[in-house]
């Protein structure tokens, strides 16, 4: 695999050639200028999200790919790396999520964060299906004492676990998810180097309250694993950006690339300022795209234009 990677002005996107890829500054800064920036002791925050190619019901080689690129964006000097919903399994794979579940300290989890330790990273485990009843039996908090559901687990720099959300609304158009899982019901606000991270997933897009209360948790960048399919590519450009605007946050929805019986994910992960400017976005094919978030930001366009003193409630 050749990677490429194409400077964008704030953030940029790497791809696996062939044009998979598109990247689209906000300021007219060139890629130097951006890449300069980082790790100057300003508090900027080096994002990667990993577009992941998945492959139904090929766990060993999904993972594999994922902690490819992870370790490649590690490498490129990411602070924060993000990996899309159910990226081990494949959301469509619907047969195999039982048998693939596992326990939130289960291999593929207690694999990542050996991988976010090592290379001193914080990692978004995008989500994996878990085994509700085997992490209950391992001493963990669950919603329900059996069943799977969708769970992204985000591990800092000493592969610490420190924020567990389980999907909130399951998918039920087209989808068996609704039918096979069991929806979360926390909502995390985590301390990450000057920002303040939530995670949602996915479908959790359509449904702004949650993202109001994020806000009022004091969340100043959302990451979103998403499995989002075809044909709906407004729909996520737009729920997305629209996230981003109305809580004056950061917002990077990472999607997957891959073919499934039913359906093809549309790729085109995207990270998203507080104004809703793209800051880097990809095409359909595999790709990881890069962005440097400056966390004065989110405080400057609240102070610039308040919305969000004038939400009633």
């Not at 990247?23 to 508090?43: I, L, N, T």
């Not at 694999?111 to 039996?137: H, N, T």
């Not at 629209?242 to 950061?250: F, G, K, P």
Request: charged fraction near 25%; glycine fraction near 12%.
């Amino acid at each position: 695999m050749t990677d490429v990677s194409t400077p964008t002005g704030p953030g940029r996107v790497r791809t696996d050639g062939g044009g998979g890829g598109v990247g689209v500054g906000s300021d007219g800064d060139d890629g130097a200028a951006s890449e300069a920036a980082d790790g100057d002791g300003s508090g900027r925050l080096r994002l990667a999200c990993c577009q992941v190619e998945q492959r139904p019901g090929d766990v060993e080689g999904n993972v594999a790919r994922a902690i490819d690129r992870v370790e490649a964006a590690a490498a490129d000097g990411a602070d924060l790396v993000t990996l899309p919903e159910l990226f081990s399994v494949g959301y469509f794979a619907f047969e195999s999520y039982a048998r693939e579940a596992e326990p939130l300290g289960g291999p593929t989890l207690d694999r990542l964060a050996e991988v976010a330790a090592d290379e001193g990273i914080w990692l978004l485990a995008g989500s994996v299906v878990e085994d509700l009843a085997a992490s209950a039996d391992a001493g963990f908090e669950v919603p329900e004492p059996e069943g799977l559901a969708n769970t992204a687990v985000l591990f800092d720099r000493d592969g610490g676990r420190r924020a567990v959300y389980r999907k909130q609304h399951l998918f039920g158009y087209g989808s068996a998810e609704d039918r096979l899982l069991v929806a979360g019901e926390r909502l995390p606000v985590t301390t990450l180097e000057g920002f303040e991270v939530g995670i949602t997933t996915c479908y959790d897009l359509r449904f702004p309250e949650l993202y109001g209360q994020l806000l009022d948790g004091g969340a100043t960048l959302v990451l979103v694993p998403s499995a989002w399919p075809y044909p709906r590519v407004e729909h996520w450009t737009t729920l997305a950006r629209a996230r981003a605007i109305e809580n004056a946050t950061y917002l990077a929805a990472v999607n997957g690339a891959g073919e499934f019986d039913d359906a093809t994910l549309l790729g085109r992960t995207t990270v998203y300022d507080p104004w809703g400017t793209p800051l880097a976005s990809a095409g359909d094919d595999a790709a990881t795209v890069t962005a440097t978030l400056d966390p004065a930001r989110v405080a400057a366009v609240r102070d610039e234009f308040p919305a969000i003193g004038d939400r009633r409630r």
